[in-house]
């Protein structure tokens, strides 16, 4: 990463104090992606593999506009630098179907899934007892709103290696993607 880029990401601070700060300062973050000539895209097939490029974070606050990993990305970055709470990313495969990315964080009652992206499922929800607990519930949630899954798989995203702009494939491959159980109609390389 260019000492410009890593130096934009580290100014950014937002004038919020809380988790629910957050997540209303947020409603100005449009569900959307850019592609390397930071051109917004709405085609979720074929042309985001080949054209998605993650945003940084500043790039997430500069354009508005992000999908669940864009922003997840962005919500760690503030809770690494405006709050003191553990926190973990969460990627989710829901087997043939979709992908969510999310973040979750403890305070002393449990843990807490915070969503901004997942529109109808926007806010902050808990306390859960494990992130476990907060996984099904969202595979849950996915399960309704699209169904047809075989199962699903998750992991937790290590942020150092979320800190560079990353293609579609990149992304998965940080998340252990299960290529075996991807959609059926998406590209399983980039040929």
Not at 161 to 178: Q, V
Request: some cysteine; overall charge negative.
């Amino acid at each position: 990463m260019s000492w410009y880029v890593q130096a934009k990401t580290d100014e950014l601070e937002l004038d919020v104090e809380t988790p629910e700060e957050l997540l209303e300062w947020m409603d100005c973050i449009e569900y959307g992606w850019m592609d390397k000539d930071y051109k917004e895209k709405n085609d979720f097939g074929n042309e985001f593999w080949d054209d998605y490029s993650m945003l940084l974070p500043h790039e997430v606050l500069e354009h508005k506009v992000g999908v669940c990993w864009d922003q997840t990305v962005f919500e760690n970055h503030i809770f690494d630098n405006q709050f003191d709470f553990p926190h973990h990313m969460i990627f989710v495969q829901q087997f043939k179907v979709s992908t969510h990315a999310f973040l979750v964080y403890e305070k002393d009652d449990g843990w807490y899934w915070f969503e901004h992206s997942f529109d109808d499922n926007k806010g902050i929800h808990g306390p859960f007892e494990s992130v476990q607990d907060i996984v099904v519930e969202v595979f849950d949630t996915m399960e309704e709103f699209k169904g047809g899954s075989k199962g699903f798989d998750w992991t937790v995203m290590d942020p150092e290696e979320f800190k560079k702009k990353l293609t579609c494939k990149e992304f998965m491959d940080l998340c252990d993607y299960n290529y075996e159980e991807m959609e059926e109609t998406d590209r399983q390389s980039t040929e």
